[in-house]
C-alpha cells in the first residue's frame, strides 16, 4: 500500500487532468446539492480541497482520492482476511493494485469511482458481521453498513446495486431471511436513503435531468453481438486478461454452486448486479465504457485471492509459481504504466504508429490545455469580465481548469452537460465572450461567425491559438472576439459547432481554411 501511494503521487504529478477529471474540478468551483452526470460526493471533494487550500494544483485535488485507495486496499485485505485468511488478503490486496482500471483510474484519479469502491467494500465487510454469522451486537455493523451504503449512493448510481445484491442474498440464503423480520436492515436502508437525499432533492428541483441523462444510456436498438464483444473485450482490457479472466470464472463457480457457500454466496451476490446488467445493456448496440462494471469486479477479488493462496499452500513448486506469475504482472503493469506516463508527456507513440491513432491521439485527454491562460494574456485578447465561450463540454472542461476559476466558461453546445445547469448562458447576458474552438484534421468546415451570429450582437475572427507537447503543436484553437452575449442564444449542432475548420479574413472577407495555413512555416 505505501509503495502504490508514493507511485500514485508521482502519477498525479506528471499526469494532467483526464477529460473527466477537468470537468469534475471545474463543476466543483459552483457548490450543489447535485450534478448532472454523477451524485456530487466526487465534485464536493475536489471542491473542498481547492476552498481548503486555496489551489487548484492537479497533486493537491488528487490527494483525497490517492488516500481514499489506500484505505480501500486496507479493506480489500481486510475483508479478505476475514472470510479466507491472511495469505488470501495479500493476494487479494496485490491484484487490485496490479488492475489498470482500479489501480489508475479509481486509484488516484478525481472521479466518482474512488468513493465508491471505498464505500462498496465498507458495506460488505459490515454485511460479513451480520449476515453470514450469528448475530451479536449487530446494530453497529447494520449502521455501518447503512452509512456506507449511502455513501455509494452519494458517490454514484452503481451504489444502488449494493442493497440490490443484499436483498437477493438475504432471499436467496435461508439462515438470512431471519434479517426479514428484525428492525436493524430498515434502520440502515433510512441512513442510507438520508445521506443520499441530496442526490434526490437536486434531481427533484432539476427535473430529474441525471437520471434520465443515465437511464438514456441504456437505450437499445435490436441485438447487437459486436457491441457485446466489445463491451468485454473491453472490460477485460481494463482489467488485464489474467486477472479479468480468473474473477469471471469464480464467478460463474459461485453462481453454480449457490448458496450453500454463504461468504462466496454473499459476494457473488453483491457482484453479479453491475457485471451483467452493463454487459447485457451493450446487446442494443451501444458498447458502453469499459469500466462501468467494475465495482461488481472489485467484490470478485477476494475470491480470486482465495484460489491463489489455496494453491500456493499445496508445495513448494506451486509457491513458486504463484512467485513467477506475480512477478511477471507486476513487470508487465510497471512498465504499461510507464509507457503511457511516457506517451502523455511526449506523444511519442503517435510519432513511431501514426496509423495506429488515426481518428485522434487519446493521450491528449491527459494533457492539459496551461498555455491557453498565458497566450490569451500575452495577447491581450482576454479583457476583465469577458467570458469564454466553447462549443463542445470536452473543450469546455480543459479550458476552465486552464484559465482557473476566475474566467467563467459557457459551453453552447446540444449537448452541454453540466455547464447547462452550472454555467448557464443566461447568467451572462451582455457579457462580451471569447470563442475557443477546436480545430480538428478533416472535420467538415463551418462558417463560425453564420452559426453562432445570432447568439451575439457581433463575432470577428482573432488568430489561432497553439498548444505545444515536447515542442510539437498538437491542439489549435481558432479565436473569435464576440460583443454582446444576446438571449436569443442557443443550442447548436455539437457535431458541426465543435469541429470547424474555416474562418472569415476580416480584412478581405474571403473563407480561410485553417488545416491548411495551420502547418505552414
Given at each position: ?313 499445496c508445495g513448494t513448486r506451486e509457491r513458486m509459481s ?56 500575452s495577447r491581450k485578447l482576454l479583457a476583465p469580465g ?136
Open positions: 500500500m505505501a509503495v502504490s501511494l508514493v507511485a500514485r503521487l508521482v502519477l498525479a504529478a506528471v499526469l494532467g487532468l483526464g477529460v473527466d477529471e477537468s470537468y469534475e474540478v471545474v463543476l466543483s468551483r459552483v457548490p450543489s446539492l447535485g450534478y448532472f452526470d454523477h451524485p456530487p460526493l466526487s465534485f464536493w471533494i475536489p471542491g473542498f480541497m481547492a476552498w481548503l487550500t486555496g489551489s487548484e494544483q492537479r497533486v493537491l485535488l488528487r490527494l483525497p482520492f490517492i488516500l481514499i485507495f489506500a484505505a480501500t486496499t486496507i479493506l480489500m485485505y481486510r475483508l479478505t482476511a476475514r472470510l479466507y485468511g491472511d495469505r488470501a488478503g495479500f493476494f487479494a490486496s496485490m491484484l487490485l493494485n496490479l488492475s489498470p482500471v482500479f489501480s489508475i483510474s479509481t486509484g488516484g484519479w478525481i472521479l466518482p469511482d474512488g468513493p465508491l469502491a471505498c464505500a462498496i467494500l465498507a458495506a460488505t465487510l459490515c454485511l460479513t458481521r451480520v449476515l453470514l454469522e450469528p448475530p451479536s451486537r449487530a446494530w453497529p455493523w447494520w449502521i455501518g453498513a447503512g452509512v456506507a451504503t449511502g455513501l455509494a449512493l452519494l458517490s454514484k448510481y452503481h451504489g444502488v446495486l449494493l442493497p440490490v445484491g443484499t436483498l437477493l442474498f438475504m432471499v436467496t440464503c435461508r439462515p438470512a431471511r431471519f434479517w426479514f423480520r428484525r428492525p436493524e436492515p430498515y434502520v440502515a436502508a433510512a441512513i442510507s436513503i438520508a445521506i443520499a437525499m441530496p442526490v434526490i432533492i437536486w434531481n427533484a428541483q432539476h427535473d430529474f435531468a441525471s437520471l434520465r441523462f443515465q437511464a438514456g444510456r441504456a437505450t437499445t436498438h435490436g441485438v447487437h453481438l459486436a457491441a457485446l464483444a466489445q463491451n468485454i473485450a473491453g472490460q477485460l482490457g481494463y482489467l488485464l486478461p489474467w486477472i479479468g479472466v480468473p474473477l469471471l470464472w469464480q464467478l460463474i463457480r459461485g453462481l453454480r454452486g449457490g448458496p450453500g457457500d454463504g461468504s462466496r454466496w454473499l459476494l457473488c451476490c453483491l457482484a453479479v448486479w453491475p457485471i451483467a446488467l452493463f454487459t447485457l445493456i451493450s446487446l442494443g448496440g451501444n458498447p458502453g465504457l469499459p469500466h462501468w462494471p467494475a465495482p461488481g469486479y472489485l467484490l470478485l477479488f477476494p475470491l480470486v485471492g482465495d484460489a491463489i493462496a489455496r494453491y500456493e499452500s504463484v512467485v513467477r506469475g506475480l512477478a511477471a504482472a507486476g513487470v508487465v503493469f510497471v512498465l504499461f504504466v510507464a509507457v503511457a506516463a511516457s506517451d502523455v508527456s511526449t506523444g511519442w507513440i503517435v510519432r513511431v504508429a501514426p496509423r495506429l491513432f488515426e481518428r485522434g491521439d487519446p493521450s491528449l485527454e491527459a494533457y492539459d490545455w496551461s498555455d491557453v491562460r498565458g497566450d490569451l494574456t469577458d467570458i469564454v465561450v466553447a462549443t463542445h463540454w470536452i473543450d469546455a472542461a480543459k479550458l476552465g481548469y486552464a484559465l482557473g476559476p476566475s474566467v467563467p466558461v459557457v459551453c453552447l453546445s446540444d449537448d452541454p452537460r453540466g455547464f447547462q445547469f452550472t454555467y448557464p448562458p443566461e447568467r451572462f447576458l451582455g457579457r462580451d465572450a471569447i470563442i475557443l474552438v477546436r480545430i480538428r484534421s478533416g472535420a467538415r468546415s463551418i462558417d463560425v461567425p453564420a452559426r453562432y451570429g445570432t447568439g451575439f450582437a457581433s463575432i470577428a475572427p482573432l488568430d489561432t491559438i497553439s498548444l505545444g507537447r515536447a515542442g510539437r503543436v498538437e491542439i489549435e484553437l481558432a479565436a473569435f472576439r464576440a460583443r454582446g452575449l444576446r438571449p436569443s442564444h442557443l443550442r447548436f449542432d455539437m457535431r458541426e459547432a465543435s469541429s470547424p475548420t474555416v474562418i472569415q479574413d476580416v480584412r478581405s472577407g474571403t473563407m480561410i481554411d485553417l488545416d491548411t495555413i495551420a502547418h505552414r512555416p
